[in-house]
């Protein structure tokens, strides 16, 4: 069977560059029955030596040194925006409207306004599009989504999830530049809200359904640092931590924390939810496993299940090793290029579609707006 | 060396009525340097058949049913309160005015108000007193106390605690009489505020210092239940669950949450404080261990130390057996009496006094307050 | 309800002093209904100042120094034996003749032999007997016994258990003498076999059924430590380390190590038995919780269970708080106590009885001839 | 800087023919400092369809259905073996005699004599080789030899090791064929000792040094099953279970165990080793934790440390994502084709080479006689 090329337009070479690279390369190695072939025709960079580098270690076939270049070109199908949140809205905008597939990553952009603007773009132009939120296709959490979708937890009471890292307590890292905007509003938005919380807040409304209301605060706990654009100490903008409350659409409770100064937690993204029959908990740190309880069960035998998600049976691990054998962080991005490919085949919607993670875009505008006005805030 | 008596009068025979007793009696056993020995001497309950059981069981020399009479005896030194908490406030003051020391199980009472009473009459008869906010003394939260205190976190970011259950989703659970009066608001002034966030309120001050404002949010799942002494469906008046944030004095940001509704979850208290240098993380479900983590290790080794807390120079535990010999819940209590027989040795003040205690009130009423009005509430 | 009282007469206020007289103390506190009541008459030592201040301490009536003296009291019903192992045969023996009932710490005695003519006298003598093999009686272990016994794993493969600990590293500690008899084989019999291997296999045989042959390793990696009774440099005579592999009657294999130089292990008692259709692990550093898999679970959910044993419907549970809350080392002996009262008064065999327990031994002195031997031997 | 290819030759298409597959396509991507680039040139097995099949999965250039072609190809620098071990032997020989490198998926042969034969072939003909006992590559395994060999142990005195699985349980899986040739001793030349503890021997006297002699016993719990190529009921060969203990050549002892019967464990792969100062433990279910005990810890925060092995000072670390963000069982042939390809660079040996496998043959060789003698063996 020959396969149908997806030409694939990259833009931006950082670690997200890397992640989706990884993810267009291994997928049809994973994924042979898909229709689709990625393929790497071009990456697009402002630093012509770091991006020509980046194209001869991924194998991409050309360069480009402005993005809109790159939307120009006729051999190029998909944008895949992987540049800081501010240049989300432009690209994306500019990709739909030459008839470009848009692939973006999170969040979708700094402020559901831009969001918006963006939806209604890929609308018009009835371009396929999605946003990398990539924690949905772990497959413990594709297996979350499995048991509470089946009812098995019944009526939910409870969901709680937090992220929580800490390399940015040493007063003494700057912030802003190439390597540093996520810790500069202009740049990124927000602090964890956009970059953590969002993933947290993305994962909760696919297994959870929609929120109605939040109360929040934030905190910056570093006032100043060195600015690696101006040279000189700045006033930090973002969002250090956060943390808020909120009511489901269900009627359920939520609580969600993020912060970058929880020492001892790398990239700790936990969740769980409590239902009425059962709960399920998962952590990233330890991310092959999923946590189960059953209420149902023998009341001698009754706790928590410790599931080692590497099964035939269990989402998409037929396609990798045999039980027991553990994949990792970046299979999520493999997974969500072999969905966004089939959804093409499908003729379906990859989701997150920039439309879902919209929703998303308002959670978090109504957590910071909370957290500013100290006061409850309804999502419209 | 002979030992010093000091007779006590407990009120009430229920749960906290036992783990009491046990205190009282293994303290001796296991703490035998103490001057004072409690003696067991009376206990009061308004059901004459059952006190009378439970004196026989535990070894009260006599009874009475009615507290009045058990205040008003020349031969009780301590009156101590395990009574449902609409009668702390009553039987507090009129034992500090009889001039007994005075033990109260948490809450306080219901309300600040009903707490600051009782404050004032223990102030005034200068009679020892102590709230039995047991947790502080597991092993290994008085060790997370001690690490604390030497610094060895730096700096505080971030406390969260849980106290999580799950015993009353069962719609057809009824509320209210002499087993189920934590479910009525009349006798317990709250729900999970005061049940079981009370416990993380006292404990998280006690390790990190005054809360000065909270937003909080609470629900209850189960609107009506079947009320024990009046036979018919009541409205129910406490809350099931229970979530606030907060700001620490010391500029640490709080997250707190309790519900009765996580299933999976028996008695869960947690909890996690994480500082510029280290962190701490415990829980009630494995309680002889304490983790730690400490960002000064060498790179190469550092993760969370998982810390067996039973060798003789850890809090407590050069009175129990073994290094790898577990202990349990009720040596909580043990410590307790073990701590207020020595306070008087020392003429020290036990804490959690009432004047402390009624610290963890005012937040628990801001809680209610802030979750009933939907804003940000300051702790006087 | 009158009390029957059982007058005991304990021998040796070492560690296991302790955790019986406190297992005397506890039982009818929390086993109310038992028909008999421990009443502690003596204690005997050989140091007198020693024994005086345990007999105060822990509230024994009177003290004797020659445990002849003891064993021919009237007022005496049971001899309670926590001396070293060099002199359970003697003062069993002259127990039983004198017609009291026997209780006696673990192992039986130094070898089979000196056990075997234990078990004629105490069945000569008709006496009630009971060997404290505490382990059986931790709720998770006992739980352990009854899924077992229910059939839920079906034919058993394998069983495997460890007990590790680290305390004798130390090449400067002392062998011998009061405190550090265990390091000593004149007075111990053996080193970590008898003393931790031996709760391994009786716990092993009581759950799996009879071992049939042993091939076994046995270290003793410092050779020569101060002896406390001589004061000179002396031979180690004991295992510091034993290995041994076995098979079972029911023909699954078993595995089994102890060793006290395994660093960060205090006292990791551990085991596990894998069946046909489930398994099961437990360990001591956690006690409460017990591990079970059971493959007939829906494959979707399918991972090991982590059971909080702390219900009412657990073994022994209903005896002391409620769900979620934890008991430790101590209550196993407090559980023996009550079944040895309990089989007072139904007539039955409190288990493991001296004959029950010579098995153990057998076992053990097998193990210790294949290490020496370099050879498999067939259990008799 | 232009690459130097590598033209390998696959002689396989199963399991491993998948990982190394892997392992060469990925490692360009993530070591592209490496100055040898793996080009998959041709792909050789029995039935034509299927390694067609496979050429076009993975992109071989080429396909060949007699090994014996592939070798005598001149455009071929190095034959990868991932057939059934009963075929290692003669095609390695036949590579390294026509000065192919030689890549041999482990166990080295199904005996001693066997891979004796192949170590004199390569070097005899110079050839570089290496046997992919890819477990030492996983980044927490080498972390474990790292602190080992910068002495933080100190003198060892246990190592002990288990691989345990399940997949074997059901009497109805039949042995033998092309997908269970590991059933069937003729292919494998042993069952899980040359399958599992191959594995556990080959890391433990990486970490550990030399095994001096062995104590063993094995099981057959299914005697027989329908054989897939006779279509008969057969008489199992092949040992479903194998335990040993051991002395190591610098004093410590060693146990070791594997299994297919052990309910619950997929790929449960432990390692755990003892020294004077500090432990160190492993499993394969969670296999970015390394976890580290140190004694020279200050005791109030003493416990194992659980070490999140994703920073970029772990060993291979820097070549992927960010700290906390986990990697996977495939990572570890990643490492190891990067890890051939540097030892060309350099003209050193890729451990393990064809010698050092050898003597994980002998230590295999040894526990099956000493399994089936019933006596210690020592390792010539």
Known sequence: MAKKPLNIGLVGYGFMGRTHSNGYKRAPDFFPELEYTPVLKAVCGRNEEKTKDFAAKWGYESYETDWKALVARDDIDAIDICTPNNTHNEIAIAAAKAGKMVLCEKPIARTTAEGAEMVTAVEEAGVANTVWYNYRRIPAVSLAKKLIDEGRLGRIFHYRSNFLQ?????????????????????????????????????????????????????????????????????????????????????????????????????????LEINGEHGSIRWDLHDLNHLEYFDHRDDSLVRGWHKVHVSDGDMPYMDHWWVPGLSIGYEHSFVHQVADFLKSLEDGTVCEPSFKTALETAKVCDAVLESAAERKWVDIA
């Open 166 to 270: 800490d390399w940015t307590i040493n007063a003494d890292l700057p912030q802003g530049g190439e390597a540093l905007w996520r810790l500069d509003a202009e740049a990124a938005g927000s602090g964890v809200t956009g970059d953590l919380l969002a993933h947290c807040i993305d994962t909760a409304m696919w297994l959870n359904g929609g929120i109605v209301d939040v109360s929040a605060m934030t905190e910056t706990f570093i006032k100043e640092r060195m600015h690696q654009l101006t040279g000189k100490m700045e006033k930090v903008t973002i969002d250090d931590a956060c943390v808020f409350h909120c009511h489901f659409a269900n009627g359920s409770l939520g609580l969600f924390e993020s912060t970058r100064y929880a020492r001892g937690h790398k990239a700790l993204y936990t």
